[in-house]
């Protein structure tokens, strides 16, 4: 069974950066794709962008000029970073694997519980 | 690409059947999942590819559509089903989401 893990500060000042690690348990870091994803009250679901298994990059273009996903295969994690945040990046953020299953289908199948990040001075 | 939802939000009893609709802005193929979400919770995959359920799903849950218009059904409601219906498209990028449906007891 996949199993994540969002860890990082809750709460983060304004103009600052985001950072947020997700740890993966049950399968390798190396062998999917991964994504962020967050929620907030105003937005609802908002996709972040994904991380490919090589490290290449999709971004969400409303966000991509500040955001950075990672790898870091050695603890099999990987992490967000996003810069400048404002009030409008308070949200519950999760970690998801995004996997071509056997279907020949993309599907967000595993998520992490989720962590709430406030941005607040 | 933009999915509307409709209702925002519906009451319904046990034992109900229940359809939630999912419109997208533009053509997408099959390429639409439902999530469930409950209160604090992650969203939970039910559906992709329009019509397959996830494996460990209950088939009371069905899916439907194709192109613009889709549907989810759950044939008879459940105590445990009340809780936030997400579409989400995986056509095009960005990957986009439904503003969610409520399913109330009533």
């Known amino acids: 069974q996949v199993q994540l893990q969002e860890s990082g500060p809750g709460l983060v000042k304004p103009s600052e950066t985001l950072s947020l690690t997700c740890t993966v348990s049950?399968?390798?870091?190396?062998?999917?794709?991964w994504s962020w994803i967050r929620q907030s009250p105003g937005k609802g679901l908002e996709w972040i962008g994904y991380?490919?298994?090589?490290?290449?990059?999709n971004y969400n273009p409303s966000l991509e000029s500040r955001v950075t996903i990672s790898l870091d295969t050695s603890k099999n994690q990987l992490s967000l970073k996003l810069s400048s945040v404002t009030a409008a990046d308070t949200a519950v953020y999760y970690c998801?694997?995004?996997?071509?299953?056997?279907?020949?289908?993309?599907?967000?199948?595993?998520w992490g519980q989720g962590t709430l990040v406030t941005v607040s001075s | 690409i933009q999915l509307t939802q409709s209702p925002s939000s519906l009451s319904a009893s046990v034992g109900d059947r229940v359809t939630i609709t999912c419109r997208a802005s533009?053509?997408?193929?099959?390429?639409l999942a439902w999530f469930q979400q409950k209160p604090g919770k992650a969203p939970k995959l039910l559906i992709f590819?329009?019509?397959t359920l996830q494996s460990g799903v209950p088939s009371r849950f069905s899916g439907s559509g194709f192109g613009t218009d889709f549907t989810l059904t759950i044939s008879s409601l459940q105590p445990e089903d009340f809780a936030t219906y997400y579409c989400?498209?995986?056509?095009?990028?960005?990957?986009?989401f439904g503003q969610g449906t409520k399913v109330e007891i009533k």
């Open positions: 590819g329009a019509s």
């Open positions: 533009q053509g997408i193929s099959s390429y």
């Open positions: 998801a694997r995004f996997y071509y299953n056997s279907h020949a289908y993309w599907v967000f199948d595993f």
């Open positions: 991380i490919s298994d090589s490290g290449s990059t």
């Open positions: 049950g399968a390798s870091i190396s062998s999917s794709y």
């Open positions: 989400q498209q995986l056509n095009t990028y960005p990957r986009t």
